[in-house]
């Protein structure tokens, strides 16, 4: 009995140790698993994720693409403002 806990503890570990290492080296894919599974926001440890908020944040830096385009292409430096 004292062998299966045993082994139970480390499948555990190793599945968590396995997702987190998922999250710092995969954030995206692990972001689009979760999307497919119907998850858009959760909380783990004390740190919040939501999709909406990566959603924004990728607009943003489109945005400013462009901005930053059209200023060089217009032939405005971007120091000049």
Not at 8 to 26: A, E, Q
Not at 46 to 53: I, L
Request: charged share 25%.
């Amino acid at each position: 009995m004292t062998k299966v806990k045993d082994f139970l503890s480390v499948l555990k570990d190793g599945l968590l140790l396995t997702l987190f290492l998922l999250l710092i080296f995969f954030p995206l894919y692990f972001n689009k698993m979760l999307e497919r599974a119907g998850f858009t926001e959760g909380s783990l440890m004390g740190f919040s994720w939501k999709q909406k908020a990566l959603e924004s944040k990728e607009v943003a830096g489109l945005v400013s693409a462009t901005c930053n385009k059209r200023r060089f292409t217009d032939g405005t430096d971007a120091g000049a403002a």
